[in-house]
Each structure stands twice: as C-alpha cells, then as structure tokens.
C-alpha cells in the first residue's frame, strides 16, 4: 500500500540510529525493519510517534514494544529465509509483519479477541499473507502446526512454558522473557539441542506485560 514520503524518512532514521548503531547483526532483520510500516499497526494518534524509541499503547492495557526490542527479538530467532515461526502475543501485529518478511510462515496468537481481530485485519490490509492469527492461550502454543524452527513471545513469564519448547524444532530456537510480573525481566534464548536437551542464553534485562494462561501468570 501506498505510504506517506515523511514516514519512510522516519522509518530510516529509526533503522540507522535504533537498530544498526546497537547490537543487530542480521541484515535481514534490518531490512524488514525498514519495509514494515509501523505506523499502520500503531492508534492513527500515535503514528506520527511510531518511530520513537520506546512502546506505546495500542489499547487493551497492551503496548507495541519499542522498534529496537523487536528486531532484538528478531534477531535471536536466527532467521535465514523460509522457516515456520510462533509469535505469542500478536498484540498490533507489528512483529509478526517483521517476522513474516523473513520467515516462511508466521502463526500468531492473541489472548485478547480485539487485538487478534484487529492485528489480521491489519496484517491482511498490508499485504501479510504469510501470517495467520487466532485468539487464544498463547502459552500452550500451537500444536497442530508444531514443531517451529522459531518461537517469539512478547509477554513475560514466571518460567518457560513447558509447552513451547516441546513445540520447538531441533535447532530451533525460543526467546522469551523470564522473570517477576513487575519488574525487569530476563530475555532468554533456548536453544532446542535434541528431543531432551536445551541450551539457554540470556540476553539481557526487558520489561514486558505479564504472559497470561495455563502455563503462565
């Protein structure tokens, strides 16, 4: 879809001094950054913030994670082209749209009905194709369209869901906040070794909304 010139100016401003100043590596990551159009998945009061660095509101007591949060994210999926990826709190949709510019095919899923409503209709306005959203408890995943070569959750957790990483393809890899419902937590990377083995990496401190369901708060 057609886009305003001020927006693709600010999407590149974004992208130089957010994402490629820090630590992200992959240049597909960074190019997705600079084709996602942020500003679509943000209230039409925000947009002309959406290149800010940090979240906003989108409603629901939810947030649009800050842009450099999510090529982070992005980036320690280790996407190279092609793969089959669970995003957990669709939220706006936004990250599944960088997801999808990579990966194969995006399987979202939203505990909030509007959200997950509103995210597809977005996704689909866009040109998302590759992405199929649903309504659900995001913290028992997606089993009839496991295993995953990658697993993005945007909510913090007490503790990885056992769920999820039975769900993860060996060599897969599931990145997730770990930690207390109100303070910082922990980013951690798991890494599917073998049908019994993990290897678990943290990247650093986050704050997210807390991950609600069976296998969450």
């Known amino acids: 879809m057609s886009e305003q010139p001020g927006y693709t100016r600010l999407r590149n401003w974004m992208v130089d001094q957010q994402i490629s100043s820090r630590d992200i590596s992959s240049p597909l990551v960074i190019e997705a950054m600079r084709r996602v159009p942020r500003e679509k998945f943000v209230p039409p009061d925000l947009a002309d913030s959406a290149y800010d660095d940090g979240p906003l509101p989108i409603g629901e007591g939810q947030t649009i994670s800050q842009p450099y949060i999510v090529a982070l994210m992005a980036d320690a999926l280790d996407l190279r082209g092609g793969e089959s990826v669970l995003d957990i709190g669709t939220g706006s949709g936004?990250?599944?749209?960088?997801?999808?510019?990579?990966?194969?095919?995006?399987?979202?899923i939203e505990r909030l009905e509007t959200l997950a409503?509103?995210?597809?209709?977005?996704?689909?306005?866009?040109?998302?194709?590759n992405v199929e959203v649903r309504c659900g408890d995001g913290?028992?995943?997606?089993?009839?369209?496991?295993?995953?070569?990658?697993?993005?959750?945007?909510?913090?957790?007490?503790?990885?869901?056992?769920?999820?990483?039975?769900?993860?393809?060996?060599?897969?890899?599931?990145?997730?906040?770990?930690?207390?419902?109100h303070t910082v937590q922990s980013l951690r990377r798991v890494t599917r070794i073998s049908e019994t083995?993990?290897?678990?990496?943290?990247?650093?401190g986050v704050r997210f909304v807390p991950l609600k369901g069976e296998q969450g708060w």
């Open 94 to 108: 936004y990250a599944a749209a960088v997801m999808a510019s990579i990966a194969g095919r995006v399987y979202s």
């Open 117 to 129: 409503e509103k995210a597809a209709r977005v996704l689909a306005a866009e040109g998302y194709d």
């Open 139 to 181: 913290t028992l995943g997606w089993p009839d369209k496991a295993p995953f070569d990658g697993i993005c959750v945007a909510a913090g957790a007490p503790a990885v869901p056992d769920a999820l990483k039975q769900q993860l393809a060996i060599g897969g890899h599931l990145v997730i906040p770990v930690g207390s419902e």
């Open 197 to 204: 083995e993990y290897r678990t990496e943290d990247l650093g």
